[in-house]
């Protein structure tokens, strides 16, 4: 099956500070990668995802770069808010799985006000 | 228009006896997925249905089961329960097999 590792397992950073955070994956048979974002007690919430088809795509502060050569994608938030603070979880999907999503172990993403 | 809902939103239970927890989907959406959530870690993949067809299952033991019902709800089985079931249990719709959209979860103890 597919795996995912992401890194690192906790960030801090100043408000409006960038905040980067990367996954790697196994199965190059994988298409869709995308990245939810949980608050504590609360459902994790998807807030971009990108395709194997596209390289780079953005969303206000929140962009995701795909390397389908190196098997590796990440998020990119710039002008952090303390109201970004919560654990972000990578995922990907193989080819023809439809609903089944590899997670990564999760980033705890800290900005200080 | 609603998101997905998961009921009920805890539940305390002691170890060998049954659960069913119950998810229903966003409206249009006839995919649900469900994962399991250990403290700290991502969500772990359990079972997925389309179409109230089985079309994938984790990792997971035979005590745990699931079906999808002709609205598209979709109930979440776990039987003769051991205490590392302890869990947060989420369920995902979607429409197209791409965007997955969470439900808030069932915390489940199990004592």
């Known amino acids: 099956g597919e795996n995912v590792e992401q890194h690192p397992s906790t960030l801090s950073v100043q408000e409006g500070d960038s905040a980067v955070i990367k996954c790697t994956y196994s199965?190059?048979?994988?298409?869709?990668f995308p990245w939810y974002k949980q608050e504590l007690g609360k459902r994790p919430q998807l807030i971009i995802d990108i395709r194997s088809n596209v390289g780079e795509k953005k969303d206000q502060r929140i962009a995701v770069t795909l390397n389908k050569t190196a098997k590796h994608f990440s998020l990119h938030i710039t002008e952090t808010q303390p109201e970004d603070s919560a654990v972000y979880f990578c995922a990907a999907r193989r080819g023809s799985t439809l609903g089944r999503l590899y997670f990564g172990r999760g980033t705890q993403l800290t900005v200080w006000p | 228009d609603a998101g997905v809902t998961q009921s009920p939103t805890h539940l305390i239970k002691t170890r060998g006896q049954h659960v069913t927890l119950r998810c229903s989907p966003i409206s249009g959406h006839k995919s649900v997925s469900w994962y399991q959530q250990v403290l700290g870690q991502g969500p772990q993949f359990i079972f997925q249905?389309?179409?109230?067809?089985?079309?994938g299952r984790g990792n997971f033991p035979d005590r745990f089961s699931a079906r999808q019902f002709p609205n598209y709800s979709s109930e979440l089985n776990v039987n003769a329960l051991l205490l590392g079931d302890s869990a947060l249990y989420l369920c995902?719709?979607?429409?197209?097999?791409?965007?997955?959209?969470f439900g808030p979860g069932t915390r489940l103890t199990v004592t």
């Open positions: 249905y389309y179409e109230k067809e089985e079309r």
């Open positions: 995902a719709s979607s429409f197209s097999g791409y965007e997955q959209y």
């Open positions: 199965d190059s048979a994988s298409n869709y």
